[in-house]
């Protein structure tokens, strides 16, 4: 027995580990996220059984499957089509080499402690990555050199001082569009207070900060449309009695993130002025994306019904920048066409679905399923300008669907005993 809670207990400490690594060391130190992943493997594999069978219950292996043989049917489409070669390996390994990846790694993410332990990756990540971007800020304003140069590096962070705004351009900057709306909806929710802890109010303070400082828009506009994502949401996933969700708690949320930014912006002289210009210019015909989205727009009326396929390029052939977008929805629509979005919007809608159905019936993870598809619809408000959907670390954030889908089903597997202290004190308190 003691061999088993050791080994119970190393597999949740290097799947929290593992977590922790891909949101907030987002497209850097692969090896170090491949050797946690080949050592959960190792240390899971007295359990195949288990993740086999809860591959065979849920349903993963349908939602991979499909993703990977759409990969390998519009990558065909892209060689018939003239694809820029680099890009269509890149959308390859994308589709079909990391399907394969997240089907292993969901799996085991339920014997590893399921939603338990991806709530407590989300919270410890928050706190992290900004830590992380305000002493890269001190860094530059005080010379300080908190960050070793080696992670500035590895994280992309180039940091500026701008009228009225800073620009961060950390990587993980991108993750921030998940886990501060998550944890925005899980002070929403009543039937979380037991997410709710000393940590996660220090996740969220830290996070919105950090948003705050970041000069990202487009993470600015999704923080603000919260209470309509979550308002939408609700009407959607229903249960009044299980949200906090009134008109008051909108102009609380309101008043935080005025009080927030005034604080940050009085700390650091920042001029309101610049900081509502460089707000509108992302909305503006000057701005470089809206150039690109006109370009995929019309590319996509080339190549209608079925699209270009991957490696479609609108720049000149020698141009540094073909077959890479960031407008992200824009780009699937040029690659796919009519019959391939189609099917991704259909496999997109069924699995959400099923999760949606999980969020009003499920017991006692009801709660942070729905703060979790708020997290996953947010980051993906995120991605409508940033192609975050192009890289392995924040696929994470898309493997929620079959993650929550699979939450009934997954129960039995789980071999994490946090799970039943949870449900226990829940049903002591209700």
Same mark, same amino acid.
């Given at each position: 027995?003691?061999?088993?809670?050791?080994?119970?207990? /190393?597999?949740?400490?290097?799947?929290?580990?593992?977590?922790?690594?891909?949101?907030?060391?987002? +497209?850097? @130190?692969?090896?170090?996220?491949?050797?946690?992943?080949?050592?959960?493997?190792?240390?899971?594999?007295?359990?195949?059984?288990?993740?086999?069978?809860?591959?065979?219950?849920?349903?993963?292996?349908?939602?991979?499957?499909?993703?990977?043989?759409?990969?390998?049917?519009?990558?065909?489409?892209?060689?018939?089509?003239?694809?820029?070669?680099?890009?269509? *390996?890149?959308?390859?390994?994308?589709?079909?080499?990391?399907?394969?990846? =997240?089907?292993?790694?969901?799996?085991?993410?339920?014997?590893?402690?399921?939603?338990?332990?991806?709530?407590?990756?989300?919270?410890?990540? /928050?706190?992290?990555?900004?830590?992380?971007?305000?002493?890269?800020?001190?860094?530059?304003?005080?010379?300080?050199?908190?960050?070793?140069?080696?992670? #500035?590096?590895?994280?992309?962070? $180039?940091?500026?001082?701008?009228?009225?705004?800073?620009?961060?351009?950390?990587? $993980? *900057?991108?993750?921030?569009?998940?886990?501060?709306? @998550?944890?925005?909806?899980?002070?929403? +929710?009543?039937?979380?207070?037991?997410?709710?802890?000393?940590?996660?109010?220090?996740?969220?303070?830290?996070?919105?900060?950090? /948003?705050?400082? &970041?000069?990202?828009?487009?993470?600015?506009?999704?923080?603000?449309?919260?209470?309509?994502?979550?308002?939408?949401?609700?009407?959607?996933?229903?249960?009044?009695?299980?949200?906090?969700?009134?008109?008051?708690?909108?102009?609380?949320?309101?008043?935080?993130?005025?009080?927030?930014?005034?604080?940050?912006?009085?700390?650091?002289?920042?001029?309101?002025?610049?900081?509502?210009?460089?707000?509108?210019?992302?909305? #503006?015909?000057?701005?470089?994306? =809206?150039?690109?989205?006109?370009?995929? *727009?019309?590319?996509?009326?080339?190549? !209608?019904?079925?699209?270009?396929?991957?490696?479609?390029?609108?720049? #000149?052939?020698?141009?540094?920048?073909?077959?890479?977008?960031?407008?992200?929805?824009?780009?699937?629509?040029?690659?796919?066409?009519?019959?391939?979005?189609?099917?991704?919007?259909?496999?997109?809608?069924?699995?959400?679905?099923?999760?949606?159905?999980?969020?009003?019936?499920?017991?006692?993870?009801?709660?942070? &399923?729905?703060?979790?598809?708020?997290?996953?619809?947010?980051?993906?408000?995120?991605?409508?300008? $940033?192609?975050?959907?192009?890289?392995?670390?924040?696929?994470? =954030?898309?493997?929620?669907?079959? !993650?929550?889908?699979?939450?009934?089903?997954?129960?039995?597997?789980?071999?994490?005993?946090?799970?039943?202290?949870?449900? $226990?004190?829940?049903?002591?308190?209700?």
């Amino acid at each position: 027995m003691q061999k088993v809670s050791r080994a119970s207990i /190393a597999l949740e400490s290097l799947m929290l580990a593992l977590l922790v690594a891909i949101m907030t060391l987002p +497209r850097s @130190y692969t090896a170090l996220k491949l050797s946690l992943l080949m050592a959960i493997i190792l240390l899971a594999t007295p359990q195949i059984r288990m993740v086999i069978g809860f591959m065979k219950k849920v349903d993963v292996i349908g939602f991979y499957c499909s993703v990977a043989i759409l990969g390998c049917l519009w990558t065909i489409v892209g060689l018939i089509n003239g694809g820029i070669i680099p890009s269509l *390996i890149d959308y390859f390994r994308l589709y079909v080499g990391w399907s394969l990846a =997240y089907l292993i790694m969901v799996s085991l993410i339920y014997i590893a402690g399921g939603l338990y332990i991806f709530h407590r990756a989300a919270v410890l990540s /928050a706190i992290l990555i900004s830590l992380i971007n305000i002493a890269g800020v001190l860094d530059v304003m005080y010379g300080f050199y908190l960050i070793p140069e080696s992670v #500035s590096k590895s994280l992309a962070m $180039n940091i500026g001082f701008h009228e009225g705004y800073i620009q961060i351009t950390s990587s $993980n *900057i991108g993750s921030l569009f998940f886990l501060v709306t @998550y944890l925005i909806a899980i002070y929403v +929710r009543k039937d979380t207070q037991l997410f709710r802890n000393p940590y996660t109010h220090i996740a969220l303070v830290l996070g919105l900060i950090c /948003a705050a400082l &970041s000069g990202r828009r487009a993470l600015w506009v999704t923080i603000a449309l919260q209470p309509l994502v979550l308002l939408v949401a609700f009407i959607f996933a229903g249960g009044r009695n299980r949200f906090r969700f009134s008109f008051y708690s909108i102009f609380l949320y309101g008043l935080t993130i005025i009080f927030l930014v005034s604080a940050v912006s009085g700390l650091l002289d920042i001029d309101f002025t610049g900081t509502l210009e460089h707000l509108y210019q992302a909305f #503006s015909d000057e701005d470089v994306r =809206y150039a690109q989205r006109q370009g995929l *727009i019309n590319g996509f009326f080339d190549h !209608l019904i079925i699209g270009s396929g991957f490696g479609g390029n609108i720049f #000149s052939p020698d141009d540094e920048r073909a077959g890479t977008y960031e407008s992200t929805f824009h780009q699937i629509l040029f690659n796919f066409g009519i019959v391939g979005v189609s099917l991704i919007l259909f496999i997109f809608f069924r699995y959400l679905r099923i999760c949606l159905v999980n969020t009003k019936a499920l017991y006692p993870l009801d709660g942070v &399923s729905f703060c979790l598809i708020i997290g996953l619809l947010s980051f993906l408000i995120g991605a409508y300008s $940033n192609p975050y959907l192009g890289s392995f670390d924040f696929l994470l =954030y898309i493997a929620i669907l079959p !993650l929550i889908a699979g939450v009934k089903s997954a129960a039995k597997f789980s071999t994490n005993k946090e799970a039943s202290k949870y449900s $226990n004190s829940t049903r002591a308190t209700d």
